[in-house]
């Protein structure tokens, strides 16, 4: 039962870690999913709203984001 | 970076939205110099239908304060309008029309009711880029009728002083025959002027006006593409090696 435990404790830890690795916010302070889809079906989920930012190009210039 | 570095900005959003991001439009490469280029956030419901978008760079004071107007808005919706998905447009559309008059003092009619025109995909007249996709729509801003009228002109001249600072500040014109006059309006006037005929829209349907006829940037006829906006940090904020 023991063993069990730590297993399902392992396996959940390593699941989550990986969730957050798929998160990232590119060196903002805003953490980004990969598509407006994926972000629909979590927002969904979380009971959340969604924020799309639509960029063109010349994203080195700091005024942009 | 700007604005979205901001932490109190970072974490109102986390916790109230999902954040994601999409590439639209091109930018010109002039010898070894990128030009061009631009912006546009849009705060959706989660079936990708707009509430509310903010068009162009704005710092995070002016970006909290929209995604709090959203937050608070879709909140008060909700509360009036029950479970009936036509009163929440109608109540977002309103509310859009009130924001603008009040920020600027300019007033709009909200367009409450959408008639169904939806193009049909095999009628030869229904405009496509040479792949055979649909042109993003050119949606029309309702008209401007003129100012408040419930404002004294010092008060009006104030509000327009005030639309003047911000960002895209520009004409437009109001009225008709000899009441016509310019008024002064800016990026986020004309985003509230649009939402209040168009919010609820998907985003599909809107970004084509937002980029070109808020922004006057040139959207591609390509596909909105996903891809990787911030070329300089990975996933994980760390600096990209060239």
Redesign the interface.
């Known amino acids: 039962m023991r063993l069990f435990l730590i297993l399902a404790a392992l396996v959940l830890a390593v699941s989550s870690a990986s969730a957050k690795e798929k998160q990232g916010c590119f060196g903002t302070a805003v953490d980004f999913v990969d598509t407006p889809k994926d972000a629909a079906k979590q927002a969904l989920k979380e009971e959340k709203l969604v924020f799309v930012l639509h960029v063109s190009g010349y994203f080195e210039d700091p005024k942009l984001t | 970076?700007?604005?979205?570095?901001?932490?109190k900005?970072?974490?109102y959003?986390?916790d109230?939205?999902?954040?994601?991001?999409?590439?639209?439009?091109?930018?010109k490469i002039v010898g070894n110099n990128?030009?061009?280029?631009?912006?546009?956030?849009?705060?959706?419901?989660?079936?990708?239908r707009v509430?509310h978008a903010v068009a162009g760079?704005v710092d995070a004071a002016t970006l909290l304060r929209e995604?709090k107007w959203?937050?608070d808005t879709?909140k008060a919706a909700n509360k009036a309008s029950g479970s009936n998905g036509a009163k929440f447009k109608a109540y977002f559309r309103t509310a859009h029309a009130d924001k603008l008059k009040s920020e600027t003092g300019l007033v709009v009619s909200a367009v409450t009711y959408d008639f169904d025109d939806k193009q049909d995909d095999k009628d030869t007249l229904t405009y496509k880029d040479p792949s055979g996709r649909p042109l993003s729509l050119k949606l029309p801003p309702p008209p401007i009728d003129g100012p408040d009228v419930k404002l004294t002109d010092a008060a009006f001249n104030k509000l327009q002083g005030k639309a003047n600072e911000a960002p895209g500040a520009r004409y437009a014109s109001c009225g008709v025959g000899l009441g016509k006059k310019n008024v002064v309006v800016n990026n986020q006037a004309v985003i509230d002027q649009l939402l209040s005929a168009h919010a609820m829209m998907k985003?599909e349907s809107l970004?084509g006006t937002?980029?070109e006829n808020v922004l006057g940037?040139k959207v591609s006829t390509k596909p909105?593409d996903?891809t990787?906006?911030?070329?300089?940090?990975?996933?994980?904020?760390n600096k990209a090696s060239k």
């Open positions: 970076m700007g604005a979205l570095t901001d932490e900005l970072g974490a959003i986390n109230n939205f999902v954040s994601s991001y999409q590439k639209v439009g091109t930018f990128k030009q061009g280029g631009n912006v546009a956030s849009y705060f959706c419901s989660p079936d990708g509430l760079p995604a959203v937050v879709v985003i970004y937002v980029f940037e909105v996903v990787t906006p911030f070329t300089w940090v990975d996933r994980q904020g």
